[in-house]
């Protein structure tokens, strides 16, 4: 195999185009850029929605931006360009934005539904690899995704062109995101499902609640706190005087109770075996701050009590419960 063509020169070639993009950005293309995210982000108080269109390939990057939009707070469609002409115009609505790909800016397809944009006032970005193609001419905003050449062999099949409106499909719908004020619980709603819905899950879904929390009062034999631990299997016991937090028996609680005092620990109250410090957490926490807290203070569980009131116990959260979410 030719040097020119193994494996890592094609993919040195993609990066060398993702580079020049970069250059780009900080250069000649930032002003464009900095205008296309207003407008996104503008279009998106408006309450509008983004229509990302390609042909080919470009169509396939352009689905992918379209969800990447989504997926953090720009709600946005993709149109098959040669569907459009045959009744989908309709999806596009006054207020949309439209963003359309095009590496060589003449596709077919896409100008054909230019006079239909230019009518309906919708404002339209580009990604292009020519600035002087009919495309590129007719837009609010050209944003220039030329390589040097592309990876195929050929240099016909769009590789590194492809790469390059990924790529700059993703630093828009970002940097949009940033502007928004996006945050974590903002994307946790957008991704109820899946590795990433479980990673952003809050405490409060995955805690143990209710008749599930081993409870026991400061007054309770030793015996019937080994037994309420057993019994809800969490390794652990609040402990409570009146109905208020006042502290928590672990498993390692008591194996230092039997070492230091052996059968006469069993004669105590959970009173005076227990740790006067538990760690606790909000209800409305991410779990991931849960699973950092127990990483941090080498513990396997966390109470969880009312932020207006932390001697309320609302639940209990376990280490065991975070690696059933994939946080690990």
Request: charged share 20%; net charge negative; proline share 4%.
């Amino acid at each position: 195999m030719s040097t020119l063509h193994t494996p890592a020169h094609l993919v040195r070639i993609e990066a060398e185009a993702l580079l020049a993009l970069a250059v780009r950005l900080e250069g000649p293309m930032a002003a464009a850029f900095e205008q296309a995210v207003q407008r996104v982000f503008d279009c998106g108080q408006a309450r509008g929605r983004v229509v990302v269109t390609g042909m080919g390939k470009s169509g396939i990057i352009a689905q992918k931006i379209a969800a990447t939009l989504s997926s953090t707070g720009s709600p946005a469609l993709f149109l098959h360009p040669a569907e459009a002409v045959h009744g989908d115009l309709g999806m596009i609505t006054e207020g949309d934005l439209v963003i359309a790909l095009s590496a060589s800016g003449e596709t077919e397809e896409i100008l054909r539904l230019l006079a239909t944009i230019e009518r309906r006032g919708n404002a339209l970005i580009s990604f292009v690899c020519d600035l002087k193609s009919t495309l590129a001419t007719a837009s609010d905003i050209a944003l220039d995704c030329s390589v040097p050449h592309e990876a195929c062999g050929l240099g016909l099949a769009p590789t590194a062109s492809t790469t390059a409106m990924l790529a700059l499909g993703d630093a828009l719908a970002i940097a949009v995101s940033l502007r928004r004020g996006f945050r974590v619980e903002d994307f946790a709603a957008l991704h109820p499902g899946g590795k990433l819905g479980k990673q952003l899950a809050t405490v409060r879904q995955l805690m143990h609640s209710g008749e599930a929390i081993p409870r026991v009062n400061t007054s309770t034999p030793m015996k019937d706190v080994i037994y309420e631990m057993s019994r809800k299997k969490l390794g652990m016991t609040v402990v409570e005087d009146d109905n208020r937090l006042a502290g928590i028996i672990s498993d390692g609680d008591l194996r230092r109770l039997l070492e230091a005092d052996g059968p006469d620990g069993l004669r105590k109250t959970a009173g005076e075996v227990m740790n006067r410090s538990p760690k606790t957490i909000g209800a409305a926490e991410m779990a991931v701050r849960a699973l950092h807290t127990m990483e941090e203070k080498k513990i396997t569980s966390l109470i969880v009590v009312d932020p207006s009131n932390e001697s309320r116990v609302e639940g209990v959260i376990h280490l065991h419960d975070l690696w059933g979410t994939e946080l690990i």
